[in-house]
């Protein structure tokens, strides 16, 4: 593959009056707003919406947005609605299916969060089913058990506009290593397990590109995930041209083979990598030049096999404190028959460790458009209240979840929790649904504020800086080949608050371009809608 490659109920970019007056009016408006179900195929005829200045401005900044050229060979769908008054002021192909990318994840927190609350935790623990004898000889397996902690890592809570890192990717490994060092553990009679059986292997949900597997964006799913699956391969120019590029990996877990046909290239001239895998291979080849004095280049790679790799990485920090193994690292799986052949006593907990409230991994799922975490979201909400093992299990028992938000039957057709897949489809108005359903929620001020603020923080930090709709716009975006999306809330600078989605499929522009486009229909419908006092008051 060539390469081109707070807390969280803090508000962003907005005071805590100014946010709190503002949800109250969605919430209120929302719970009032039963008979004109926003599911309903009803909708303002344009006829209608032409008699108000604001939305024939704003319709007019729309078409000519989406005509120019790029945009006009695509598909976009476009619905925005008065968050008070409920009335749609602009729909465009708003009950057509789009790929809704990333704009998946609004459906996935919202489920999390209905379906655990706010202040759920995962819990990991450390167990083995026999005894430390006076020697500190363990007798039997060290066994890691992963519920589906996607933060088993080293990053830090609160998420307050960046991700902020603390000791090494391991960090949390280690910091099992250290306890049962703490323990009096020399010695491992028997394996490091490493149990990920909570769920079915089912590494990579359906719809999935195999390109996206080498990546991090696109590591394999499973009940353990220590450092997002994923390690570092960072490349570095050697001293002299043609001198073979060094590289290091962290972590170290002495799982993959790198294969480093890396060379040197003369001072100034471009950059050319590209880096390759099969699936199911542990061979990474990387190859192409790297000029001399160049910085080194950090590749994040996904890992496909995560309770293996993690097995080994425990291993090795074990090793590290002095704790001898005498079997082998190895990884237990669902349907696995060791664990039907396993009966042990009552188990030995060693060490656990309990992940940052579900409020807290929320934020940074929607900020940062983490895929990994939203697909275990998704799996271990299911779980937890359904007992489901399975995608299909899973996302059967999130549909149900969307009736009660008052979607429309066919509105939302999705196989996985992230947006990664390509089989997922969902209408504007499903998503301005789920928005408005949200606001509804005793946790729908901070499903808003996890939301990227334009301008300010997240995946919209660098987006309409300097415009009107900078700091007005909370919204999650998605990318993909050919898809681009925006949906979310905004408050115009008359102050009239509105939910709305933005999605477009099958263009060819590059995802700058689209996000211009994007971008201009955000800025418009901050700087143009707005009706008069009196209308709002007959409404």
Request: proline share 5%.
């Amino acid at each position: 593959m060539k390469l081109n490659q707070k807390s969280p109920t803090r508000l962003f970019g907005c005071t805590l009056f100014y946010m709190v007056v503002l949800a109250l009016a969605w919430k209120t408006a929302a719970q009032t707003q039963s008979a004109r179900s926003l599911n309903s195929r009803s909708g303002a005829t344009g006829s209608k919406l032409a008699e108000r200045a604001d939305v024939a401005r704003f319709r007019k900044r729309v078409e000519i947005a989406l005509a120019s050229a790029g945009p006009d060979k695509g598909s976009w769908g476009v619905l925005v609605t008065d968050a008070v008054t409920g009335q749609a002021l602009y729909e465009h192909n708003a009950d057509n299916y789009f790929f809704p990318a990333s704009n998946t994840k609004l459906f996935t927190t919202a489920f999390a969060l209905a379906t655990l609350g706010p202040d759920y935790r995962v819990r990991t623990s450390i167990v083995s089913a026999g005894s430390i004898d006076a020697n500190g000889l363990l007798n039997g397996d060290l066994i890691l058990i992963g519920r589906g902690d996607a933060n088993l890592s080293n990053r830090k809570f609160p998420y307050d506009r960046r991700v902020e890192r603390d000791g090494g990717p391991e960090k949390a490994l280690a910091e099992f290593a250290d306890a049962v060092a703490a323990r009096g553990v020399k010695e491992i009679s028997g394996d490091v397990v490493a149990d990920d059986s909570l769920f079915q292997s089912e590494r990579f949900p359906s719809g999935w590109a195999i390109d996206d597997m080498l990546w991090s964006y696109g590591a394999a799913v499973s009940a353990i995930a220590v450092n997002d699956n994923a390690f570092t391969l960072e490349l570095r120019p050697g001293t002299l041209t043609s001198d073979p590029a060094t590289y290091a990996l962290n972590p170290v877990a002495d799982y993959y083979t790198i294969e480093n046909l890396i060379r040197t290239g003369p001072r100034g001239s471009e950059e050319q990598l590209a880096v390759a895998r099969e699936p199911g291979s542990r061979l990474i080849r990387v190859s192409g030049t790297i000029p001399v004095g160049g910085p080194p280049r950090r590749l994040t790679i996904g890992i496909e096999e995560p309770a293996e790799y993690t097995a080994k990485l425990l291993a090795r920090l074990l090793d590290e404190r002095g704790v001898h193994i005498r079997g082998s690292p190895r990884a237990l799986h669902a349907g696995d028959p060791a664990l039907a052949a396993t009966n042990p006593p009552a188990e030995n907990i060693l060490a656990e460790h309990m992940s940052p409230p579900l409020a807290e991994d929320i934020v940074l799922t929607n900020k940062n458009s983490e895929n990994l975490h939203a697909e275990l979201l998704l799996l271990v909400a299911a779980h937890e209240k359904a007992g489901a093992t399975t995608y299909e299990d899973a996302l059967k028992f999130e549909s149900q979840f969307f009736k009660t938000a008052g979607i429309a039957d066919g509105d939302v057709v999705l196989s996985d929790g992230s947006g990664l897949s390509r089989k997922n489809l969902v209408t504007p108005r499903a998503i301005v649904q789920m928005l408005r359903y949200a606001a509804t929620q005793p946790w729908g001020e901070l499903y808003r504020s996890s939301l990227p603020v334009a301008g300010e923080d997240g995946t919209l930090s660098e987006r309409m800086k300097n415009t009107a709709a900078a700091s007005r716009v909370f919204a999650k975006t998605g990318t993909l080949g050919h898809v681009n999306s925006l949906s979310g809330y905004a408050t115009t600078v008359l102050g009239t608050p509105l939910l709305f989605s933005i999605l477009g499929s099958n263009n060819s522009l590059h995802a700058q371009d689209a996000n211009r486009i994007l971008d201009a229909i955000a800025v418009a419908m901050v700087e143009e809608l707005g009706p008069a006092p009196q209308m709002r008051k007959r409404k």
